[in-house]
């Protein structure tokens, strides 16, 4: 009995794949697992191998060797593409330039037999819910960059796939428009409580759209976590910095505390600080403390206070709504943010930060 429950939460088990191109590992033993209904991130950055694992799950790629690939229960490890309970959207869209937007969002069921009718009223469905209904006999050329990755989208929903894989599909968008389109896919995702597993090198996107994410380098998970996990409490230097830790500063451990807690010295001055990773650091071993530019704010005293590093203000850059500000320490360049534009920062000494903002991780 457990073993059917456990089954029929998980959608995707991805256990044990190694794929290699020639010499270079691109999937060094990588497992993931997707429940149903699950928006599942795999994050990274070029070269990290998310793309290459969203194609072995999709069978446009044989890995070199698997453990266990499982869709819904069902092995697929040695089943070709076409028979694979899955779609992919692309960030090319590859749609047919040649057919209507009713026609493209068609051929799905067209090649699978679907009846005439069937494949309509699914057409109709499909349009509606990416709001293109109203243009369902526009050829491809006559939409906009957001038009065609909502026809992508219908086409590969309309065949009712167990699991939607999105390979970067809003790269080609400028800024603001795919701001919307993450808003949509959320929508859409929730409209149809399909499992998507979504490939993207933006952490923003991760952060905005997922359950969960992976981050993945050089063809391992560094790691996984919801993403308040990821923002706030990254496990390596790595993780921290894609993350957008702007902040990464030697320190040496002092004290290891109760609760995930840690005391460290930076360029001489104490802060006490947090860390997931307590085993991976020992008491007088070099580590980095991580402090993202929002959570440093300045102080006009450079005094002996915990959490509090003197500093010298450089460049100040004006970013619209924040100004972000540099400064020398000893401990190396620093960068802060602050949103009160109108607060001046010629006298500050020193910034200074709250326990809970600060992340130890090893060196």
């Known amino acids: 009995m457990a073993k059917a429950a456990t089954q029929s939460a998980t959608m995707l088990e991805a256990r044990d794949i190694v794929h290699r191109y020639g010499p270079v590992v691109a999937l060094d033993h990588v497992s993931i697992t997707a429940a149903r209904g699950e928006f599942l991130t795999i994050l990274g950055e070029s070269g990290s191998g998310k793309t290459t ?107 009712r796939p167990a699991l939607l894989l999105l390979d970067e599909p809003l790269g080609a968008l400028d800024e603001r428009l795919r701001y919307d389109m993450q808003t949509e896919l959320v929508e859409l995702h929730k409209t149809l409580g399909m499992t998507f597993i979504y490939i993207t090198h933006s952490q923003e996107e991760a952060l905005t759209m997922s359950d969960r994410i992976l981050l993945m380098r050089h063809g391992r998970v560094e790691q996984a976590g919801r993403p308040e996990e990821l923002f706030d409490r990254p496990v390596s230097r790595f993780a921290a910095s894609f993350m957008g830790f702007e902040n990464l500063l030697p320190c040496r451990v002092e004290h290891k505390l109760a ?59 004006y970013r619209g709504k924040y100004v972000d500000q540099r400064a020398e320490s000893d401990a190396g360049p620093l960068r802060f943010r602050v949103w009160d534009k109108a607060n001046s920062f010629a006298d500050f000494a020193a910034v200074r930060c709250s326990e809970a903002d600060c992340v130890v991780v090893p060196q």
Request: with cysteine.
């Open 259 to 317: 609760g995930g807690r840690v005391v460290v010295r930076v360029a001489g001055r104490v802060f006490h600080a947090t860390t997931v990773v307590q085993d991976a650091l020992s008491e007088g071993s070099d580590a980095v403390l991580a402090v993202r530019a929002e959570r440093f704010a300045p102080a006009d005293v450079a005094s002996d206070a915990l959490n509090l590093l003197p500093c010298r203000p450089t460049e100040r850059f």
């Open 53 to 159: 694992m969203l194609r072995v799950i999709s069978g446009l790629e044989r890995p070199h060797s698997v453990g266990a690939l499982l869709i819904g229960g069902e092995d697929v490890a040695n089943l070709p593409a076409a028979q694979r309970n899955c779609t992919t959207v692309f960030q090319s869209y590859a749609l047919f330039p040649h057919m209507s937007v009713e026609e493209n969002v068609a051929y799905g069921l067209k090649i699978r037999g679907v009846p005439m009718d069937e494949r309509r009223r699914r057409v109709d469905e499909a349009l509606n819910l990416v709001r293109l209904h109203q243009k369902s006999a526009r050829r491809i050329g006559q939409l906009s960059g957001g038009e065609r990755q909502r026809v992508a989208l219908a086409r590969a929903i309309v065949t």
